[in-house]
């Protein structure tokens, strides 16, 4: 008897194991955004900002490149909201077309950035004035970096993503390595170590998602 179903079939079953696949896999490109982009920005905004602070403020006062004393910190500043807006725009792009409650997870965990940045921000600001020049950078770099070593932990909890904890906890270590070196030194390791660090884990990220 001839069949007369217009539904297609599949007479060989890896023909649909690879179809489903190759849809699985469509589908995780179209609602995950790409690691370099969500990585790399901060990666170069921590190079960069931690890299004039450092040939700025050097350890003990030394001055490796004469500029003027507020542009690390306003690099890091620009940078910031630049690296900010950007990945926010992509983690938005890549989420549009999802919802329920993974949506709202993704919406609550970028407002706790928000929120926790902004609460340190003002934290920082009332107190700085009590704080010794030297140990500025220390205060706002350790502080502001502490914070996202574990938001990005809290992030691996949240979606159960392994590599989420080991840059949150890398980060976290090289901070506290920096923090304890003191001023300066801390400025570079962050640079060096955490920058690089974000770079290399959006290339890792790329590859695995290749």
Do not use: C
């Amino acid at each position: 008897m001839t069949s007369t179903n217009d539904e297609s079939t599949f007479e060989d079953p890896a023909e649909a194991l690879r179809l489903i696949e190759h849809e699985r896999h469509h589908t995780f490109r179209e609602v995950t955004p790409d690691p370099r982009l969500m990585y790399w920005p901060w990666g170069l905004t921590w190079l960069i900002s931690f890299g004039l602070s450092f040939l700025r403020f050097g350890p003990e006062g030394k001055t490796f490149v004469d500029m003027p004393t507020w542009l690390p910190l306003l690099a890091l500043t620009v940078l910031l909201t630049a690296a900010g807006i950007f990945t926010g725009v992509v983690g938005a792009r890549a989420s549009r077309h999802i919802s329920g409650p993974s949506s709202r997870q993704g919406a609550t965990y970028g407002i706790s950035w928000s929120a926790g940045f902004t609460s340190l921000a003002i934290i920082f600001g009332r107190v700085s004035e009590h704080v010794p020049d030297e140990m500025l950078g220390l205060l706002w770099g350790g502080g502001m970096v502490a914070l996202v070593g574990v938001l990005y932990m809290a992030g691996s909890a949240i979606w159960d993503v392994r590599d989420m904890f080991v840059l949150g906890a890398w980060i976290s270590v090289v901070n506290v390595i920096g923090v304890l070196w003191g001023p300066g030194w801390h400025a570079l390791v962050l640079a060096v170590a955490g920058g690089g660090g974000l770079l290399v884990a959006g290339f890792v990220g790329w590859m695995r998602r290749r």
